[in-house]
């Protein structure tokens, strides 16, 4: 097998460590251990307490599959398999795919959605989500237009990494409304889910309402908790989740022990640790908004409709790579230019999921001012 380098794995793994600020992380301001124990109840912290660190079973902790259907409408417990996220999607797209199929995948997304496909060979149609009149859209004429007879599977992401993008209910019915007329598996990517600012926006689970569909969550974004490795497919698919995991033998055969415990802590406590993580990521919208107004020469808010990140777009007349670079290396601040989502536009993303953000832009601040004071005295020398 042949695979691309992951593009924005490969950009974290060069500054998530030294950077003094990450500007553009998708992960919400993580848990601490004591937080989480501090929520568990008593028959939790006795199965913690009394753990033996042997192989765990292949499908997942059944008591962490039980929490986790609960928090569906038609998943039963059977229907769902514990994986680390991004093993999940690496799982399903080998269990669903065979070379020569055609997959449509939303633009931006996260490069694993769609290059797994390709590295299977198949052959790919980009579904572009556009930057509007403040908000990004969709086309759903173009998603017709993207199927074939050789289309077998619609990849689908929201709220999206990295726009924010969430559909409307209206669309999102559409989307499964085409799918299922031309017979189209969908894969829904809801790292994301429940990272709404209103509950009235969330949108149910693709995994709850299609029949082919087969959705992954996890604890990485909505629940803060990313180094648990934890995330989970969901399917009614018959045969599917028992396909997934006879592939999964070829790669983890099974999860962390202590990570599937504390999980259920996480999964029983989702109320509060989801108003935990959107409390942060309101101030921070607010503050980012203020920010982008205070400089609307230079940059251009796209407002993010759910999830823990936005996708700007930087207006200077320095290149977005300039912009980046410097900030990386004067400021100590890392950002993530939109051509490692392969999307153009001079696009970043912008993370709010951070406790640091304030004190982040406040040196954005800094640069800007003195590349527009340099700029005055150099138009001023001439
Ligand atoms: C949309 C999306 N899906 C899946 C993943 C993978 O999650 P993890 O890194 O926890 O495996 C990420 C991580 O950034 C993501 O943004």
Same mark, same amino acid.
């Given at each position: 097998? =042949? /695979?691309? @380098?992951? $593009?924005?794995?490969?950009?974290?793994?060069?500054?998530?460590? %030294?950077?003094?600020?990450?500007?553009? =992380? %998708?992960?919400?301001?993580?848990?601490?251990?004591?937080e989480l124990l501090k929520m568990g109840s008593p028959e939790t912290l006795a199965l913690w307490k009394s753990l033996r660190l042997g192989y765990t079973e292949s499908q997942g902790n059944p008591q962490l599959r039980n929490e986790i259907a609960k928090g569906y409408e038609n998943i039963r417990p059977e229907h769902v398999m514990i994986a680390a996220p991004e093993e999940a999607i690496?799982?399903?797209?080998?269990?669903?795919? &065979? @070379?020569?199929?055609?997959? +449509?995948?939303? =633009?931006?997304?996260?490069? !694993?959605?769609?290059? /797994?496909?390709?590295?299977?060979?198949?052959?790919? %149609?980009?579904w572009d989500l556009q930057p509007?009149?403040?908000?990004?859209?969709?086309? #759903?004429? $173009?998603?017709?237009?993207?199927?074939?007879?050789?289309?077998?599977?619609?990849? /689908?992401?929201?709220?999206?990494?990295?726009?924010?993008? #969430?559909? %409307?209910?209206?669309?999102?019915d559409s989307i499964l409304t085409i799918a299922d007329k031309h017979g189209l598996r969908i894969f829904s990517d809801e790292m994301y889910r429940q990272l709404e600012p209103e509950p009235s926006l969330r949108l149910p689970s693709v995994s709850d309402l299609y029949s082919r569909g087969i959705? #992954? !969550?996890?604890?990485? $974004?909505?629940?803060?908790?990313?180094?648990?490795? +934890?995330g989970w497919l969901t399917t009614r698919e018959y045969g599917l989740i028992e396909r997934c995991i006879t592939f999964k033998d070829y790669t983890t055969i099974c999860n962390s022990a202590p990570s599937e415990i504390l999980a259920i802590i996480a999964v029983q406590n989702t109320a509060r640790i989801v108003a935990r993580n959107l409390e942060i990521i309101r101030a921070n919208t607010i503050i980012a908004k203020q920010f982008f107004d205070q400089h609307s020469d230079r940059l251009a808010w796209i407002p993010p409709r759910a999830g823990s990140i936005a996708f700007p777009r930087w207006l200077g007349p320095e290149p977005l790579a300039e912009?980046?670079? &410097?900030? /990386?290396?004067?400021?100590? +601040?890392?950002?993530? @230019?939109?051509? +490692?989502?392969?999307?153009?536009?001079?696009?970043?993303?912008?993370?709010?999921g951070r406790i640091n953000l304030n004190e982040a832009l406040e040196r954005v601040d800094e640069y800007l001012l003195d590349t527009s004071n340099k700029r005055l005295a150099s138009s001023q020398d001439i």
């Open positions: 097998m =042949s /695979i691309s @380098p992951f $593009k924005l794995e490969r950009f974290f793994a060069k500054y998530e460590f %030294s950077a003094k600020y990450l500007l553009s =992380s %998708s992960d919400i301001e993580s848990l601490g251990m004591d690496f799982v399903a797209m080998h269990t669903l795919l &065979e @070379p020569g199929d055609h997959v +449509i995948a939303l =633009s931006p997304t996260y490069q !694993s959605l769609y290059e /797994i496909a390709r590295s299977i060979g198949c052959s790919l %149609s980009s509007g009149e403040n908000r990004w859209t969709i086309d #759903l004429d $173009k998603l017709e237009d993207c199927i074939t007879d050789r289309t077998r599977l619609l990849v /689908i992401n929201f709220p999206n990494n990295p726009t924010g993008f #969430l559909p %409307s209910r209206q669309e999102f959705s #992954l !969550s996890g604890l990485s $974004k909505s629940y803060a908790l990313p180094g648990l490795r +934890i912009f980046a670079n &410097e900030l /990386i290396e004067k400021q100590g +601040i890392m950002i993530v @230019p939109g051509n +490692i989502f392969d999307y153009p536009g001079n696009h970043f993303r912008l993370g709010l």
